[in-house]
């Protein structure tokens, strides 16, 4: 008996059936009787009927769905992947955060990354010049560069960065250097908490 899948095309709110094989010629007159047509592109049959006739017909022999395997994202020798968040901390009198995000791999070890402005969602005040500010970080998307950058001269493509951890192992917890006095630490949630202050 040659097995067979049932769909449903949601845009038409039509049937689709797949065969593995060619099923019999009864099988390919009964579908015709219930209206059934041939899709010679798609190599499926389509038309409107409920499943438990398309059933009746076919013997019951129904395969389980084909799930498609989702490919793994790329990742390089430390994890980071492209829409990966990094975040640094800086200043003397004040301190500001900057947030960084990887447009591109380069290589095993190397990075694009551009500066952005993820969503701030919530603010708790420490003084009247300072606060615990909490950034949501989607990784899914690549966020708009900023405007303006203190660190990255290419905020369209993206300057290139080398990867490095201070970790026994080297890899784990990868950092950038982005200046002299600082450098941009692997986000690894969802969201971000930091301190920042400022002056008037």
């Given at each position: 008996m040659?097995?067979?899948?049932?769909?449903?095309n949601?845009?038409f709110?039509s049937?689709?059936?797949?065969?593995d094989?060619?099923?019999?010629?009864?099988?390919?007159?009964?579908?015709?009787?219930?209206?059934?047509k041939?899709?010679?592109?798609k190599?499926?049959?389509?038309?409107?009927?409920?499943e438990?006739?398309?059933?009746?017909?076919?013997?019951?022999?129904?395969?389980?769905?084909?799930?498609?395997?989702?490919?793994?994202?790329?990742v390089?020798?430390?994890?980071?992947?492209?829409?990966?968040y990094f975040?640094m901390?800086w200043g003397?009198?004040?301190?500001?955060v900057?947030f960084f995000?990887?447009?591109?791999?380069?290589?095993?070890?190397?990075?694009?990354?551009?500066?952005?402005?993820?969503e701030m969602?919530a603010?708790?005040?420490v003084?009247?010049?300072?606060?615990?500010?909490?950034?949501?970080?989607?990784?899914?998307?690549i966020?708009?560069?900023?405007?303006?950058?203190?660190?990255?001269?290419?905020?369209e493509?993206?300057?290139?960065?080398?990867?490095?951890?201070?970790?026994?192992?080297?890899i784990?917890?990868?950092?950038i250097t982005?200046?002299?006095?600082?450098?941009?630490?692997y986000?690894?949630?969802e969201?971000?908490k930091?301190?920042?202050?400022?002056?008037?």
């Amino acid at each position: 008996m040659t097995a067979y899948t049932i769909t449903n095309n949601a845009a038409f709110g039509s049937k689709e059936i797949t065969f593995d094989g060619i099923p019999s010629k009864e099988i390919r007159e009964a579908l015709k009787a219930l209206k059934f047509k041939w899709h010679g592109i798609k190599k499926l049959w389509y038309g409107y009927a409920e499943e438990s006739e398309l059933k009746k017909i076919c013997g019951g022999n129904v395969e389980a769905p084909k799930v498609e395997e989702k490919k793994a994202e790329p990742v390089n020798k430390y994890g980071v992947k492209v829409g990966d968040y990094f975040s640094m901390s800086w200043g003397y009198e004040q301190t500001n955060v900057d947030f960084f995000q990887v447009v591109a791999l380069v290589g095993t070890s190397s990075v694009r990354i551009r500066e952005v402005y993820p969503e701030m969602i919530a603010e708790d005040a420490v003084s009247g010049m300072s606060a615990d500010r909490t950034y949501r970080l989607d990784t899914s998307k690549i966020c708009p560069p900023a405007p303006h950058s203190v660190f990255i001269k290419d905020q369209e493509k993206g300057d290139l960065k080398r990867l490095k951890s201070y970790m026994a192992d080297g890899i784990s917890n990868p950092q950038i250097t982005m200046t002299s006095y600082a450098d941009a630490h692997y986000c690894s949630g969802e969201t971000e908490k930091c301190y920042e202050s400022w002056y008037y």
